[in-house]
């Protein structure tokens, strides 16, 4: 008889013993799930709010990726990786194809920049999964379905812009006479004569060619406005930009302000990149 209770008597301290156990595991499983779920919440918001560090430099028109030279040294001090694209100016399709190969050998978020024409290509290229913002410097900023063409028509051009009409092979060029005053007026005229004899050659259907996916609509953007531009009226620059409903920032500065004012447009980058 005593040997029954006794036993009943152990198995009930094992129960119990049992039962404090499994609470005991069971307390410390959540704390410890608690833990990992706030590691992980506070990995997501760092990664989140840390600024982004590689920016990718589109040229547009009438130029080539030498142009980007200064700002690409005052971003790279900053400690930015900085790729410039060649943009082979045969179409919009292929332009924005050779923009997407470098945003594919991204490392992480990137700010894509697009100069003129270049604000074309980065519209359509900047839906890449890698692209978290996107700068407009002095440059177009078309809807689906729209293209260069379209805004150009918006207001007559100034009497100093020299873009002339497609020659017999459809590739358009800019008046060698008109191209420091029309393009780059605030360089000097050496520098201006590098950038009208390094420009590659740009193919006229690409100003014809409408955009089927404006990634400004996802994409944060960003609008320079060159308020001396003499190659994109500095209405069309604002209008579009507006419309966009991107942050705007006014420098004075011709066609090239990325070159005569780099430390300005930088400035915007940075901004961009601290999602300012």
Known sequence: MKTTIIKQQLKSEIHKHQKSNVKRVSRHFFLFAAFIFSLL????????TAPVKNVVLVHGAFADGSGWKGLYKILTQKG???TIVQNPLTSLEDDVAATNAVLDKQDGPTILVGHSWGG????????HPKVAALVYVAAFQPDNGESVLTWVQKAPPAPENGILAPDAKGIVYYDQAKYHAGFCADISKADADFMYASQGAFHAKGFVTPLTQAAWHEKPSYGIVATE???????IQRTMYKRSGAKITEIKGSHVVFISQPELVVKVIVAASKKE
């Open 229 to 235: 531009d003499k190659s994109i009226n500095p209405d």
């Open 120 to 127: 074309a290509v980065i519209t359509q290229a900047g839906n």
């Open 41 to 48: 919440s506070m990995t997501s918001y760092a990664q989140t």
């Open 80 to 82: 930015y990786h900085v």
